[in-house]
């Protein structure tokens, strides 16, 4: 007999969303957090440039809105953008609580920038922000005892009844069995898609589970087509999605190809520090034309000590690939790096469905629309984290849990044919990478689409017929998520934002989301 546990909240994701969403909730609730890997494991730990918010005299929030608004292309909610512009400065005080140590000069915050930000207003810690964040949040939590942490169990599916979200099944990676989480309330947290390509800057937790299980519960999924790369990942035959900041174009950081002539300002005035929209279709458009793999991006000229002071990470990163990078430009190349769409919410992170939340880069609040501006994704994380907990912590009663069924696996058997669920994962992502990329046109997309109906069958029988993996949990959600967002994207016929297709290159005065 499986096991069966009963919890206030069920919190599945343990990033820089959940984590605080377990600090922000009732000492009196009893909580389950849970994490399919390691609990420091998924994007919060590797964020670098740091998180925005106006901390500076001569910054205002009228500003910060305008800015994220300009970057989001006519499709943000400017309701949802200002309530996280102005609960920014609140969720960097909740951080420094925490224990957060932001990099400051002299007394005051060192505030650097990135693409979209007209005015200095991303705070950080060096750059290993997300790292400092997510080693505070997780020492916090470990010390309440009415949290209870579940390392390596990755949920399926949620409990549905009655329209009414009841908790999860969830794989137990020790023991092998599925055990049901029954909740009051559950928060999904997590995290992106970005893993669905090939190439990305994500670690390998972001598969889109949680879209792809809200979506199987009914619930309304926002914009999916707007799937940003970040323009600078490291090229190198052995580094394996690593990050180079946006922070360093910020600090003056110059793009260029390999025989040292620039190029951004052929395509826009903002030049390096343009939306990641624009740069990365730069890159992408200057290494197609002239058939090279790489461009480069060129911070040497501030010097040894500097570099070493603000970018300790990645100096020490690229000296381990054999890149002086006080001396030396670093080859670069655009990645997959953040799901602007997702489940849609209200400000308080709840969803369609009774008693089922979603914050984080799982959720679809409306503040990043076509494309999101830098360092507001650990903002949204923050704010949406204390305001979904202030509503749960208003509404838990003490009513019954809900029976269910325990997770019948009497008719499936141990898999001979692993070797379908690793060629099916490396498809999806080639497809997605290939066809529904940087640069799209209707004949791709609809390829990937046929292609996609096809493997999700084959995926199905996969599932009807062995014993259930960690493996085939995620393969089943990368291909649910990139049906959506390709179906998103055959939806827009137009380009805005980070959706560009070339069929219909240019911006239509329809400025609707895309739900399915
Ligand atoms: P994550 O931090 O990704 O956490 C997801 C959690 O969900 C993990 O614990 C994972 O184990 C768990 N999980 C997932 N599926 C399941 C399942 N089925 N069952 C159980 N658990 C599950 N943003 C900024 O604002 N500023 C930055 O400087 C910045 N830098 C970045 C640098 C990099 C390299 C990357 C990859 C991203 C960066 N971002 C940055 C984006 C930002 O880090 C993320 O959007 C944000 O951290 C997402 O946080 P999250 O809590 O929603 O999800
Ligand atoms: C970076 O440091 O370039 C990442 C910032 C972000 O994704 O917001």
Redesign the pocket.
Known sequence: MSKQHQFDVLI????????MSALQLSKNLSIAL???????????????????AVLDAHDNFDAHVADTLSAACGLADKKAVSFMVENAPAAIASLEESGVNFTRSNQDYHLTT?GGHTHRR?A?VADK??QSI?VNLLDNVKQYENITLFEE????DLLIQKNQCHG?Y?LNKHTHQVESFVAHKTIL????A?KIYRY????D???G??IA?AKRAGCNIVNMEFAQF?PTCLYHPHAK???I???IRGEGGQLHLENGEKFMHKYDGRGELAPRDIVARAIDSEMKSGGFDCVYLDISFKGKDWIKKHFPTIYAKCKDFGIDISKQSIPVVPAA???CGGINTDLNGKTDLTNLYA?????HTGVHGANRM????????IVF?KSCARDINHQISNSNYIEFEPWDASRVEPSKEKVVITHLWDEVRSIMWNFVGIVRSDRRLNYANHRLEQIETEVNEYYSLYLISSDL??LR?LVKTAQIIIQSALFRDESRGLHFNEDHPSQSKNTKNTII
């Open positions: 599945i994701g343990t990033g820089s969303a959940g984590l849970i994490a399919k890997d390691q609990l420091l494991e998924g994007s919060s730990f590797y964020a670098q440039g740091g998180i925005s990135e991303v950080h922000t997300g997510q169990y990755i949920a399926i999860a969830i947290a997590t995290g992106g970005s990305t800057s994500n670690p937790t972001s598969t589970d949680g299980m970040h999605s690593f990050l900041s946006e922070a790096h953040y799901t914050i984080g880069e799982v959720a830098a360092s507001n994704s650990l903002l949204e994380c984290a949990i995620e959600n």
